[in-house]
């Protein structure tokens, strides 16, 4: 079964980026069918107040920030592990991030 299920915190190695958390963003029909995601990826370092960036609250499987204007296609053969789901306020907290910093709204 595929990691890459939209709003599920994963671990990923990326080539030369190391071992990384993100969250999968993109929607399962998207997944499912091109076998990979867009993900956001998640920091743990101090980043500066921006709408674009969603803080990880303690019910969340992990602790960091989410950088929304930080996007990448991940496969699932680079998947390392499920760390498991964001909550459903972070959740929606990540969609207006997304949203601001695509552009899409104010």
């Not at 969340?60 to 699932?76: A, F, K, N, T």
């Not at 959740?91 to 104010?106: F, T």
């Amino acid at each position: 079964m595929s990691a890459l299920i939209r709003g599920r915190v994963i671990w990923f190695e990326l080539g030369d980026l190391g071992r990384k958390l993100a969250a999968v963003v993109s929607n399962d029909a998207r997944n499912r069918a091109l076998g990979s995601a867009l993900v956001a990826r998640i920091t743990t370092s101090s980043k500066p107040p921006l709408r674009s960036i969603v803080e990880l609250i303690p019910a969340d499987p992990v602790s960091g920030r989410v950088l929304c204007d930080d996007l990448i296609e991940i496969y699932d053969e680079e998947v390392l592990k499920d760390a498991g789901p964001l909550t459903a306020a972070t959740l929606r907290a990540v969609e207006a991030a997304l949203m601001y910093a695509l552009g899409i709204s104010g």
